[in-house]
């Protein structure tokens, strides 16, 4: 065992104890931060960050009790006065996923930046929750009973449904209508998991499967019972040859499955698992 890895064990332990109620809200910044943390494998103060966004929130209390409660005053903060924006020169960059880089470099992905937004608005009262837009990560935030659509990517403009149908056709192509399933709110848990699962499929995508089964074992630490992050776990660790983690990854996704799901991926799953158990004699 090397060194470090007792360490790590520490912060996966911590990232999991953020993330173990059963409620649907979670700390969103503490957890984000939880994950930097790990992604950086090296000893981190978190203090000036959790002062930095403690300062942002604080702006926005006194813009409100000044002029009153309303969306754009995120905006006013946040993306004017802090100066925070979608980095859409190097849009793919890991260090967008990063809390921390994140607040570092007051740029990053959709789903980071709006983690900061739905912070700043929590602490302000208002209800704030991620949606499931297609693609592109949107957050809504009620204050004294009505609902606003912000785009934390796009310097947190408020989106009205004109605008919002020109973005799903980008995404959707040009023939793509809004449906009531756009809006449905997505628990804090799925934000976090978002948030991990673009550093996965980055990693991925450069055939690092190593960092990538270290972002799947993340992602477990927020869910620890999501079917499809046990079974990738599974096929992730086989093909590092970790049978026995690949193992562990394949009969817990057998147990949580039952005999529901899919009966297809659930054979592939005990085929996987027979072969893997023979290797190990």
């Not at 006065?81 to 260090?95: C, F, K, P, V």
């Not at 093909?239 to 026995?244: E, M, Q, S, T, Y």
């Not at 054979?267 to 158990?277: F, S």
Request: charged share 30%; with cysteine.
């Amino acid at each position: 065992m090397s060194g470090r890895e007792p360490d790590i064990q520490q912060r996966l332990d911590r990232l999991r104890a953020l993330c173990a109620a059963d409620g649907g809200r979670l700390d969103l910044l503490e957890a984000a931060l939880a994950l930097s943390v790990l992604h950086s494998h090296g000893a981190a103060d978190l203090s000036p960050f959790r002062q930095h966004v403690a300062s942002m929130t604080s702006a926005l209390a006194d813009l409100v009790r000044r002029r009153g409660a309303a969306p754009e005053q995120l905006a006013e903060v946040i993306a004017r006065s802090y100066a925070y924006r979608g980095d859409t020169d190097s849009y793919d960059d890991l260090q967008n996923a990063d809390l921390v880089r994140v607040i570092e470099r007051r740029k990053g992905l959709p789903v980071a930046l709006s983690i900061l937004y739905l912070h700043a608005a929590r602490a302000q009262g208002w209800d704030a929750e991620g949606l499931a837009f297609p693609a592109h990560f949107l957050i809504r935030v009620g204050i004294d009973g009505a609902r606003h659509v912000i785009d934390p990517f796009h310097d947190g403009v408020v989106r009205d449904a004109a605008d919002l149908r020109v973005l799903l056709r980008q995404v959707l192509g040009p023939d793509a209508e809004l449906h009531p399933q756009h809006f449905d709110p997505v628990s804090d848990r799925d934000v976090l998991l978002r948030l991990e699962n673009n550093v996965r499929l980055r990693l991925a995508k450069r055939e690092d499967w190593a960092g990538a089964a270290q972002s799947l074992e993340r992602m477990l630490a927020i869910a620890p019972d999501r079917p499809e992050l046990l079974f990738e776990a599974g096929q992730l660790n086989a093909r590092l040859d970790k049978r026995r983690a690949a193992i562990a990854a394949f009969q817990r996704f057998l147990d949580i499955e039952g005999n529901t799901g899919d009966s297809a991926l659930r054979r592939r799953a005990q085929a996987l698992l027979q072969e893997l158990r023979r290797g190990l004699n």
